[in-house]
């Protein structure tokens, strides 16, 4: 159904390229006139934050190539178009004294260059353009090009050059009589099998185009369909015969997934180890909001992902797009790479509504007491994040990202692994951040809810009357952690520090002795009323706790952190408000 | 048309592996007719007859789980089988540690499916030049005269069929999809006291019906529109319009 959907959505998308073409950005462009020499050299790229990028062209396609020699219709790269040794492979043959074959290789290139052009159909070859670009490469003249400025960048970058004729607007590959020849052999197609995308007879395609913009894969791009081991093959059948996929199909998922994978593309959004696209069977207004919902806010538009959620959660009730009862086919894609290949991470279908109250069921979940610095909604990256070690983006478990979209958006239990990850994280570190309690919360109340159990959902702030061992346990702790640092001791180590771990696994060990610290610390504070006032608070904690457990289990563990997180934000807001009470 | 049987099968994972997306797997949506005629055949096959699937039922909720897991990545080439050959002698080992490879896969999780065939009988010759040892029985002859001769009794497969699946007994252990997941099977005689299927009703795309080896030296795969209607997938009959490849 994945490359089903695709194929429907470049139906869907009349501004795609049509077969045979593809958008490419172009650094330069070679200004020839009809008697086939250079008018001018022109630098099509404009400054992109700290990048160039050249402008997009409408071209013909790339044709697939690995090692061997296969030249593009009327563009390419420096070593196709001129024949130039690119500076970096220069040296390097140089060093392992394979020079003459790199210039061998060179010369092969040019040469495929030309006789890709000179096998035009005829039409083509009467074309003027197409003419001037034949004697350009007969002339073979690279003083004409030295006069011009932009000539040492197009020497040593090696990037991607066409031509124009003087006096055009369009390119010589976007000349008329070009474009009807390579739409034309694009199209006649030999049938020869039936396509599995589209059940119609069609020529099976034998490589499909690569798929660029997965992050991690290769540049040049990387494939779902390949069959590149023998252990891939069925029944001696060669390349994409294994799986026969009409050309016409093969052309069409390819570049509807270019497209939604591509630099500009609103729909595509990074998650994790997985580069996620999404797209809907008709226009949807989720379409856009997704990224802003999903991924960390940009810095110059900080407010983006909060609009993005508050309009999903507004929409129906200020009646601006029907966002809820939407039943449009709403589709989400997650892709990893895999050794040249590219695996499918998760792969979800559902509607526009159900996909919405899916994600705000989600929010819902989440949402925990956080200090004003924190912003309310929290990007999955954060999530993940935070149960990483040292909380950076290469640590994240793999394959947790895709677990989680999955959650998320099926509406299912989160993975058990990011809970543990959270309270493993929490313990290492000695402290519950908002994210791990979020994420926590999020898990338990999910758990909870799904299995339909009698579990005592967890609040967003101090519940008073959860009477959970672990949750109560968490307190008491905040609260003796509060004792200690009113007492004002000189200390290195905190309670916290030193006792957060145990405290939280094996209550029994530790804090026996910690309600006898508790006397002294208490002892130590200057204020009588604070200090009746705290052992008021601790004896109502206690009151639930008949002993003190030998251990908590896992989901306890999580009940301590979030009784200790909700006590200690509850003990530090009310301090403050007494102070602006004062 | 002959009895139908219908055989419960469940297990924790299954893949029917997309042919398009086989290498780095994903499954279809849902067990595919050659995956159901291959459990069946596993309980009772013959070179003298041919299971038909008609029905294929979901009976648990389409869930997902993605795995890595090591898979080997080359084959014994011919061309080292026909040196040893002629040698006499010769190394045809492979060496899993060395030819591995990691490959990620999209699996089902918690299925289970009533599957519903038929079978019938065919010309034992099919086989002849596969299993020459199988098929004593002369090639080429008519329907009734094969149905007369003693060993190829439409009776008694049945029995045959009957009497195992009731056992639990197979000839190897059926599996959903992929060998690694093995699943469990029980003959359902009464369909009445049985649940309903789940309830979705979607569009499942061309899904692979199964290959046809009319053509030993080419096997063509066929493939048919599927479609999940109200947890149910009607499978065409294998000549028909609808199935093409």
Same mark, same amino acid.
Not at chain 1, 32 to 38: D, K, P
Not at chain 1, 168 to 181: F, S
């Given at each position: ?13 009349? =501004? ?15 200004? &020839? ?32 190539? $690995? +090692?061997? &020699? ?12 001129? !024949? ?5 492979? /220069? ?84 000349? @008329? ?32 185009? %690569? ?27 060669? @390349?994409?015969?294994?799986? %026969?996929?009409?050309? +016409? ?26 580069? $996620? ?24 538009? %900080? =407010? ?20 809820? =009862? ?9 892709? &990893? ?14 509607? &526009? ?31 993940? +994040? ?15 990202? !895709? ?7 099926? #509406? ?57 061992? *672990? ?59 604070? #200090? ?51 | ?23 780095? #797997?994903?499954?279809? =949506? ?62 045809? *080992? ?30 034992? *010759? ?7 040892? /199988? ?10 005269? /094969? ?29 959903? !999809? ?66 093409? *490849?």
């Amino acid at each position: 159904m994945i490359l089903q959907s695709l194929y429907d959505y470049y139906q869907r998308k009349t =501004d795609l390229p049509r077969e045979g073409f593809e958008w490419k950005e172009i650094p330069f462009v070679i200004e &020839v006139n009809t008697s086939g020499s250079v008018v001018q050299i022109e630098d099509t790229r404009k400054q992109e934050g700290n990048k160039k990028r050249g402008k997009p062209y409408y071209i013909p396609q790339r044709v697939k190539k $690995t +090692r061997n &020699v296969v030249a593009n219709l009327l563009w390419g790269n420096a070593e196709y178009v001129l !024949g130039l040794p690119n500076s970096k492979k /220069l040296s390097e043959t140089k060093s392992k004294a394979k020079e003459t074959e790199y210039r061998k290789n060179l010369k092969d290139k040019r040469e495929a260059f030309i006789r890709k052009i000179k096998s035009l159909p005829p039409p083509c070859q009467a074309d003027e353009g197409v003419r001037a670009v034949v004697r350009f490469c007969e002339h073979n003249d690279y003083t004409a090009l030295e006069r011009f400025t932009e000539w040492k960048e197009v020497q040593t970058s090696n990037q991607n050059i066409t031509f124009r004729l003087q006096g055009d607007i369009e390119l010589i590959c976007q000349r @008329q009589a070009v474009t009807d020849a390579v739409s034309k052999s694009a199209t006649t197609a030999t049938p020869d099998g039936v396509c599995l995308i589209t059940g119609d007879t069609d020529e099976i395609e034998r490589l499909h185009a %690569p798929i660029k913009g997965v992050m991690g894969a290769p540049k040049a791009g990387a494939d779902i369909i390949s069959f590149n081991r023998p252990a891939f093959k069925s029944w001696g059948k060669k @390349q994409g015969r294994n799986a %026969p996929v009409g050309k +016409r199909s093969a052309f069409s998922y390819t570049t509807a997934l270019n497209y939604l994978l591509g630099k500009d593309s609103r729909q595509h959004l990074q998650v994790g180890d997985a580069s $996620t696209v999404f797209w809907a069977d008709k226009p949807s207004p989720l379409e856009d909001q997704l990224p802003d919902i999903f991924e960390d806010d940009p810095v110059d538009d %900080p =407010d983006r992902g909060a609009l993005a959620i508050r309009a999903l959660y507004k929409a129906p009730h200020q009646g601006i797009a029907p966002i809820n =009862d939407d039943q449009t086919r709403f589709f989400v894609l997650g892709l &990893v790479p895999n050794a040249a290949r590219i695996a499918i991470r998760f792969w979800h279908v559902g509607t &526009v509504a159900e996909l919405a109250k899916s994600i705000q069921q989600h929010f819902d979940d989440l949402e925990i007491v956080r200090s004003r610095r924190e912003k309310p909604h929290l990007s999955v990256l954060r999530l993940l +994040r935070a149960v990483a070690v040292q909380g950076q983006r290469k640590n994240i478990p793999p394959n947790l990202s !895709g677990e989680v979209m999955r959650s998320i958006m099926g #509406r299912l239990p989160y993975p058990d692994t990011l809970m543990q990850g959270a309270i493993r994280r929490v313990r290492a570190e000695r402290e519950v951040t908002y994210p791990r309690a979020a994420i926590i919360k999020a898990c338990l109340n999910r758990r909870a809810s799904i299995a339909q159990t009698s579990e005592k959902e967890i609040t967003v702030s101090l519940d008073h009357s959860n009477m959970n061992p *672990g949750y109560r346990l968490g307190r008491l702790f905040a609260v003796l952690e509060k004792i200690q640092e009113e007492a004002g001791l000189d200390i290195t180590a905190t309670l916290r520090e030193r006792f957060y771990g145990a405290a939280s696994s094996t209550p029994v060990t530790v804090l026996s002795n910690l309600m006898k610290l508790k006397n002294h610390h208490l002892a130590k504070l200057e204020n009588r009323g604070r #200090r009746v006032n705290l052992e008021r608070l601790i004896s109502e904690i206690m009151d639930g706790v008949d002993d003190f457990p030998s251990h908590l289990n896992l989901a306890d563990q999580g009940r301590f952190n979030i009784g200790y997180y909700h006590q200690r934000h509850a003990l530090f807001t009310k301090s403050t408000e007494t102070k602006q009470g004062d | 048309m002959a009895k139908s049987y219908c055989l419960e099968v469940s297990g924790d994972f299954a893949c029917f592996t997309r042919p398009e997306m086989k290498v780095e #797997r994903v499954s279809y =949506d849902v067990m595919t007719p050659s995956a159901a005629r291959a459990v069946f055949e596993s309980i009772v096959w013959k070179p003298a007859i041919r299971w038909r699937v008609t029905k294929i039922e979901v009976l648990k909720p389409i869930k997902w789980i993605s795995v890595r897991r090591n898979e080997v990545k080359a084959v014994v080439t011919t061309r080292n089988v026909q040196a040893a050959m002629r040698a006499g002698s010769g190394n045809l *080992g492979l060496y899993v540690e060395n030819e591995r490879q990691q490959r990620a896969g999209l699996f089902l999780r918690d299925v289970a499916y009533r599957i519903h065939a038929y079978f019938e009988l065919r010309d034992p *010759g099919f086989h002849k030049p596969h299993f020459p040892h /199988l098929s004593n029985v002369p090639i080429n002859r008519g329907e009734d005269d /094969l149905l007369a001769l003693p060993e190829n009794n439409t009776v008694k497969f049945m029995n045959m069929f009957e009497r195992r699946a009731f056992h639990g007994q197979c000839v190897n252990q059926p599996y959903l !999809g992929c060998r690694e997941f093995a699943c469990a099977f029980r003959l359902v005689e009464d369909l009445k006291n049985e649940p309903r299927p789940i309830d979705v009703t979607k569009e499942l795309g061309w899904m692979l019906y199964d290959l046809d080896h009319s053509n030993s030296s080419d096997p063509k795969p066929r493939f048919f529109p599927a479609r999940l209607d109200n947890g149910v997938v009607h499978v065409p009959a294998w000549e028909s319009e609808e199935v093409r *490849g």
